[in-house]
């Protein structure tokens, strides 16, 4: 058996500074990453590449900074540190790049495309707009949505239970999917409840969602979609 973990954050230098020196710069970041995570001896992430024998594939990218020079320079770092990640932990494991679709206030369309054009291994977008403090579905985000779309790359996207008024409701998420039916969605958290929804979203995408079993007790979940 081979698994892919599609959601494998890694912790750039740039990341990794932000963290440690300025995290007020970043408020969600800070609630995510606390200072001491690096002042453990302990490495999750070692332990994790070492002894997780069964997963073969991680899907790596970083996480959505509000800052156009941290943003471009977290990714201009991420093949490398996931090359020494490798190298540190002795793995053999593969790795796809995802890049994040950056909050729009700060980094234009044009500049982002550039950079796209100028890498030669992103395989995929992640899109977290909580991050950005806009609904997933703002209009400001469709220039990336259509890139997707024409590069027939995959867009991670995150969404929320139809009953929270949250940035990533899964309300917004349909109203993207009209617009967009042909692009390839990644739904973490079992997409929060979409499964409910399930044939309305086959009426209207082209190409049926990944359901991302980044949840707890996820196993238990994957039982239940088994007996159904």
Same mark, same amino acid.
């Given at each position: 058996?081979?698994?892919?973990?599609?959601?494998?954050?890694?912790?750039?230098p740039?990341?990794? &500074?932000?963290?440690?020196s300025?995290?007020? !710069?970043?408020?969600?970041?800070? +609630?995510? $990453?606390? +200072?001491?995570?690096?002042?453990q001896? @302990?490495?999750y992430?070692k =332990?994790?590449l070492?002894?997780? +024998?069964?997963?073969?594939?991680?899907v #790596?990218?970083?996480?959505? %900074?509000?800052n156009?020079?941290?943003?471009?320079n977290q990714?201009?770092?991420?093949?490398?540190?996931?090359?020494?990640l490798?190298? !540190?932990? &002795?793995?053999? $494991?593969?790795? +796809?790049?995802?890049?994040?679709?950056?909050?729009?206030?700060y980094?234009?369309?044009?500049?982002f495309?550039?950079?796209?054009?100028?890498?030669?291994?992103?395989?995929? @977008?992640?899109? $977290?707009?909580?991050?950005h403090? =806009?609904n997933?579905?703002?209009?400001? #985000?469709?220039?990336?949505f259509k890139?997707?779309?024409?590069?027939? %790359?995959?867009?991670?996207?995150?969404?929320d #239970?139809?009953?929270?008024e949250?940035?990533n409701?899964?309300s917004?998420? @349909?109203?993207?999917l009209?617009?967009?039916?042909?692009?390839k969605?990644?739904?973490?958290?079992?997409?929060?409840?979409? @499964?409910l929804h399930?044939?309305?979203?086959?009426d209207?995408?082209?190409?049926?969602?990944?359901? %991302?079993?980044?949840?707890?007790?996820s196993?238990?979940?994957?039982?239940?979609? !088994?007996? &159904?």
């Amino acid at each position: 058996m081979k698994i892919t973990d599609h959601e494998f954050r890694i912790i750039t230098p740039t990341l990794k &500074k932000l963290i440690i020196s300025s995290p007020n !710069n970043e408020p969600v970041l800070s +609630k995510k $990453i606390p +200072k001491n995570f690096f002042n453990q001896k @302990f490495n999750y992430t070692k =332990k994790y590449l070492r002894e997780a +024998k069964l997963i073969k594939t991680v899907v #790596y990218r970083g996480l959505p %900074l509000n800052n156009s020079k941290n943003y471009f320079n977290q990714e201009a770092e991420m093949t490398d540190s996931f090359y020494k990640l490798k190298v !540190n932990t &002795k793995s053999k $494991i593969n790795g +796809k790049r995802f890049i994040q679709i950056p909050n729009p206030d700060y980094v234009t369309f044009s500049k982002f495309k550039k950079y796209f054009n100028s890498q030669k291994n992103i395989k995929g @977008f992640e899109l $977290i707009s909580s991050w950005h403090k =806009k609904n997933t579905n703002n209009k400001k #985000y469709f220039s990336f949505f259509k890139l997707a779309e024409e590069e027939n %790359l995959p867009i991670s996207i995150e969404v929320d #239970y139809i009953f929270r008024e949250t940035f990533n409701n899964i309300s917004f998420f @349909f109203k993207i999917l009209k617009q967009f039916p042909k692009i390839k969605f990644w739904l973490p958290h079992f997409g929060c409840g979409i @499964f409910l929804h399930w044939d309305r979203v086959l009426d209207i995408c082209e190409n049926t969602p990944l359901l %991302l079993s980044s949840a707890d007790h996820s196993f238990y979940w994957s039982n239940i979609f !088994n007996t &159904k």
